[in-house]
């Protein structure tokens, strides 16, 4: 198993930036990447960025590039995401997710599927 345990939120106003932190424990050495969600009321969870552990390949949804970057620190068993040009419509809370090695060819990294572990979620809030 895998705790990830998410900090950084809060609220801020439109243009600011913030960096969420995500820090993994427990059986950390599954882990093969890590992503970003988000949720908004009434919505459903949304992909956000991903990041292959090793490698560091990373996938980005088309709202977010440009202004969000995931890092990660391995030693730490850490990653992050630095958001900046915060928008009222990036409000949600952010949850952070882990997946272990593939079991079939085919991996979607962009979907909430692949991921075995999560978060308990920070908020994110920005006023216009």
């Known amino acids: 198993q895998v705790q990830l345990v998410e900090s950084g939120g809060g609220l801020v106003q439109a243009g600011d930036s913030l960096r969420l932190s995500c820090a993994a424990s427990g059986r950390t050495f599954r882990i093969a990447g890590m992503g970003w969600f988000r949720q908004a009321p009434g919505k459903e969870r949304e992909f956000v960025a991903a990041i292959k552990w090793s490698g560091g390949n990373t996938n980005y949804a088309e709202s977010v590039q440009g202004r969000f970057t995931i890092y990660k620190d391995n030693a730490k068993s850490t990653v992050y995401l630095q958001m900046t040009g915060l928008r009222p419509e990036d409000t949600a809370v952010y949850y952070c997710?882990?997946?272990?090695?593939?079991?079939?060819?085919?991996?979607?990294?962009?979907?909430?599927?692949?991921?075995?572990?999560w978060g308990q979620g920070t908020q994110v809030t920005v006023s216009s």
């Open positions: 997710a882990a997946r272990g090695p593939p079991r079939t060819v085919l991996v979607v990294n962009t979907s909430p599927y692949e991921y075995d572990s």
